[in-house]
């Protein structure tokens, strides 16, 4: 991916693009993404190195934006319902990757998220001994596993956000859900954290549509 972080120019060509994909990425040709967003192809290659490269780019801000805060600015409960609903507001742009191109984007998601939980644990003082060293590893692969399985469901069979939610941090292994909560929130246990999804999910629903380039202005920001 292009390793310079998004300007605000960059960032609406990415979200021009991003606004024409409304069908699986692998059936969406450069030409047709380009004569949607009104840009040339030399623009497009400028701003991505191929059609799946935008589904990679997605991905990530939505981890900066909500995975990465968990323990800082979310619960593992709210920043995961968060990632799940800004993530799976493209879902038809994510299945070829995640089930087509399985093995490759697997292994990329999971060692990404990997990398960047260990940052984290590391910035955060923690120390991550052979034990919570697992721990990011399991959960980085459940995670991406769990994502697959997912887009490969039929829609109508495919769990809400809300047990979506659920499954997710019912994965946390107990040593990494505890090294990353709240400050304050010490003594609330997992299957608390979990009970509280349903109704934490209704107050997100609740509130005003996030403006999209400001979350992704937020997201370009965070290294």
Not at 212 to 218: A, K, V, W
Request: glycine fraction near 4%.
């Amino acid at each position: 991916m292009h390793g310079e972080p998004d300007n605000p120019k960059m960032l609406l060509t990415r979200l021009r693009i991003l606004k024409t994909i409304d069908k699986p990425i692998e059936k969406c040709t450069i030409d047709e993404i380009c004569s949607k967003a009104g840009i040339s192809r030399q623009t497009f290659y400028n701003t991505f190195n191929s059609k799946y490269e935008i589904v990679s780019w997605w991905s990530e801000c939505s981890e900066k934006l909500f995975l990465d805060k968990i323990g800082i600015d979310y619960s593992w409960e709210e920043g995961t319902l968060r990632h799940l609903r800004f993530l799976l507001s493209k879902t038809h742009m994510l299945s070829f990757a995640l089930a087509n191109k399985s093995a490759e984007v697997q292994r990329e998601v999971s060692q990404r998220r990997c990398n960047r939980m260990m940052r984290l644990l590391h910035e955060r003082g923690v120390e991550v001994d052979e034990l919570l060293s697992f721990c990011v590893d399991s959960y980085a692969l459940d995670l991406t596993r769990v994502a697959t399985e997912y887009v490969n469901v039929p829609k109508e069979k495919r769990p809400g956000l809300i047990m979506l939610a659920k499954m997710l941090v019912s994965l946390v292994p107990a040593p990494l859900y505890a090294a990353m909560r709240l400050p304050g929130d010490e003594k609330r246990s997992q299957p608390d954290g979990i009970a509280e999804i349903e109704q934490l999910a209704n107050a997100i629903g609740n509130e005003p549509e996030p403006d999209t380039l400001d979350l992704l202005l937020q997201a370009s920001e965070s290294h």
